[in-house]
């Protein structure tokens, strides 16, 4: 778990799988570019 940690420090607390990771950095883009409305 320890290697986790350091590799997803941002979605520790949501998840640790690598696809979740992916998921929340496209959603945080998203969110960055105004394309909220993409994730809904």
């Not at 696809?19 to 993409?38: N, Q, Y």
């Amino acid at each position: 778990m320890k290697r986790l940690q350091s590799g997803t420090a941002r979605t520790a607390g949501r998840s640790a799988t690598p696809g979740a990771r992916h998921r929340w950095d496209s959603v945080a883009r998203a969110r960055r570019e105004g394309a909220a409305d993409l994730t809904s």
